[in-house]
Structures are given as C-alpha cells and as structure tokens.
C-alpha cells in the first residue's frame, strides 16, 4: 500500500459527460502529480500541484482541469468526454529523499471507461 | 525534451534464469532514474532509482540496475527470475534541474516467466 488513495477504482460513463477523479496524497507530501496510461500514448503526465499551486503541466488537453484543496487532496476533472479519453488515471505523490532526488509513490488508478 | 526508450516490448525467460531490461534515456544533465513494476490491474511500484554517488543501485525483490553515463542506460537486472516477477516494467527518468520532477516513462517491457 503506497498511502495513495484513488477514488473511484472504476469509471464508466458515456461521450460528452463530465467526471471527477479524486486522489488522497500520503500524509505529509505537499505534491500531486496526475498522469494518463492509455494504451496507445503509454503514461504520461498531465499536471502537478505543489501545495495547493498549479508547477507544471504536461499533455493535458483542455478539456482537463485539476486543482489541489487546502487540505491537498486533488481532483482531476474531465469533461466533454471522448472515446479516446479511455484510459487508466494515476496520480502520485512525492517526497524529497534524502539523496536529493524525490521519490514519487502512486495510487492504484481510477480506471475511466468512456462508452 | 528528455525521453526515455526501452527497446523490448516483450521479454520471456525461464524461472530461475537471469533478466536483463534495457533502458536508454536522453537528456542533458545528471537524470533522476528510476524503475517501476506494475502488475496486471495494479498501481506502479517503485523498484529502485538512481539519484547520484554509486552507480550500481539496489532495489526491493533482488532487482539491481546500473547507470551508465557513457551510453546513457540504465538496466535492470536480477540474477534468478520468480513466476511472480511477471508484470510490466517502466523505466522513468526525472529532470533533477527542476522545480518539478515529473516523470517521463518508456514504453514498458511485458515480462512473461515460463516455469
């Protein structure tokens, strides 16, 4: 158990609606990242929250926002949702180690299918 | 950009023989490596990384992987393969230059072990 928590597992809704991913951070870690597996692009990251504030974003298309609460949970919206959108979601959490690098730990995913 | 490439999609060995994945990576300065197992239906679980200082690294499960400056790798390797070793791995490597340290991930190699 990373100390992630992804709600919901599973996903199933139909093209043009809208959803929101949620993701619990491990006690302590100020960093939200959220990244896309799909099955043709592979992971890939779409954007990090650092205590509340947006730091980088990947391929995130524009239909996608996220945010990152006080209590820094964070939610990742999709909306105008498109077949191609059918992907397994991850966010992860990071802590800087020791070594000086950071380690990210990830959830289990919400599994999004768009029918 | 940086960019990581793992040349074999799908590898099969027997139980108890070596495993060798290949990782090559592209990026300018000193990366931040790692080496991620994702089992059917799971999350992403870190094996190992490589932030700086000795470039051979141990991980969790008996994996080891080395970095090499020269040809820009960063193989994985265990000297005896379990059945429950089967699962996909990804090599990721993060820009340590950066205030944010997203991951950019290969492609993955599908691990299948015959017992």
């Known amino acids: 158990d990373s100390g992630v928590t992804q709600t919901p597992k599973h996903l199933i809704t139909a093209t043009g609606q809208r959803v929101t991913l949620r993701c619990s951070p491990r006690s302590g870690d100020l960093s939200v990242y959220w990244y896309q ?51 397994l979601y991850f966010c992860a959490s990071s802590v800087r180690s020791q070594a000086g690098g950071t380690e990210a730990f990830f959830g289990q995913g919400t599994r999004l299918t768009v029918v | 950009a940086q960019s990581v490439t793992q040349p074999d999609i799908h590898i ?16 300018g300065a000193t990366p931040y490596l790692f080496w991620y197992v994702q089992s059917p239906g799971q999350g992403l679980q870190l094996l190992l990384k490589y932030f700086s200082g000795d470039t051979l690294v141990q991980g969790i499960k008996g994996f080891e992987a080395e970095f090499k400056r020269s040809q820009s790798s960063f193989n994985l390797r265990k000297p005896s393969v379990h059945w429950s070793d089967a699962a996909e791995y990804f090599c990721a490597v993060a820009d340590s230059g950066a205030g944010s340290y997203q991951l950019t991930f290969g492609k993955g190699t599908k691990l299948s072990v015959i017992p």
């Open chain 1, 37 to 87: 597996q799909s099955l043709d692009q592979g992971l890939q990251f779409l954007i990090h929250y650092y205590n509340g504030e947006e730091r980088a974003k990947g391929n995130i298309l524009e239909r996608f926002s996220a945010q990152q609460f006080p209590d820094l949970h964070s939610e990742l919206n999709l909306s105008s949702l498109e077949l191609g959108d059918s992907a």
């Open chain 2, 12 to 27: 099969t060995v027997s139980e108890g023989a070596s495993l060798e994945l290949r990782c090559n990576y592209s990026y």
